[in-house]
């Protein structure tokens, strides 16, 4: 079974632009996360998706956007860019279904700087 | 919202030792509690995880204790070896809306020297 696929693996971008990322989950995994990981903060969460519904939301600000389509690939989008915005931003996949946590499988990240 | 507290935050080991990672969670409503490694520039692997209705889980050399009711668990690692060597990090999952929300603690960067 191939792994989480995360598309472009580098980026980069100056500031004001806006970017998005692309992330195949798992075949059969209808969940995807979003993370950034940074050294100083290490993994946030970002939003998960699961059936094209935004089911949660971290504490980030309305520039971060995702959406999820009917094969369950995501999409994420960061606006304006920022310098803080440089990360490596990961994607996970699990079953989702229910609310009790499951395994999730992650991508190799996109590495995103900004200048 | 949920609070993952990880220590240490780097650990060095000699080869063939033992290797404990501990983190405390805030929120007793978690249920779920994964392990991950991450190696240098390679994505978190889940290593190995426990549900709240177990105490402990061993797998080869890994194993994963929990505690619910003082809200902690603790990740050891016996006779290490230099390919353990990365950073490892703890979360704990709570139902969250029809979800769940996974939280991540800081990592420890483990070091084993031969």
């Known amino acids: 079974k191939a792994g989480v696929t995360q598309t472009p693996r580098y980026l980069i971008k100056t500031r004001g632009q806006q970017v998005t990322l692309s992330c195949s989950p798992i075949s059969g995994h209808r969940s995807v996360s979003w993370y950034q990981q940074t050294p100083g903060q290490g993994l946030q969460f970002l939003f998960e998706?699961?059936?094209?519904?935004?089911?949660n939301k971290g504490n980030f600000p309305g520039r971060f956007s995702g959406r999820q389509f009917s094969n369950s690939r995501s999409e994420m989008n960061v606006s304006t860019l920022e310098l803080g915005d440089s990360a490596l931003y990961l994607c996970?996949?699990?079953?989702?279904?229910?609310?009790?946590?499951?395994?999730?499988?992650f991508g190799d990240g996109t590495r995103l700087s900004i200048l | 919202g949920e609070n993952v507290e990880q220590h240490p935050s780097t650990l060095s080991v000699q080869e063939g030792d033992s290797a404990v990672i501990k983190c405390t969670y805030s929120?007793?409503?978690?249920?779920?509690f994964p392990w991950y490694k991450q190696e240098l520039g390679k994505r978190p692997q889940l290593i190995i995880d426990i549900r709240s209705n177990v105490g402990e889980k061993k797998d080869q050399r890994i194993a994963v204790t929990l505690n619910k009711t003082a809200k902690h668990f603790s990740l050891h690692i016996t006779e290490t070896q230099p390919e353990d060597s990365a950073v490892y990090f703890c979360?704990?999952?709570?139902?969250?809306?029809?979800?769940?929300?996974?939280?991540f603690g800081k990592g420890t960067s483990l070091l084993v020297t031969p």
């Open positions: 979360a704990a999952s709570r139902p969250l809306n029809s979800g769940y929300a996974l939280n």
């Open positions: 998706y699961f059936s094209e519904t935004q089911r």
């Open positions: 929120d007793s409503a978690s249920n779920y």
């Open positions: 996970a996949s699990s079953l989702g279904a229910g609310n009790n946590g499951q395994p999730q499988h």
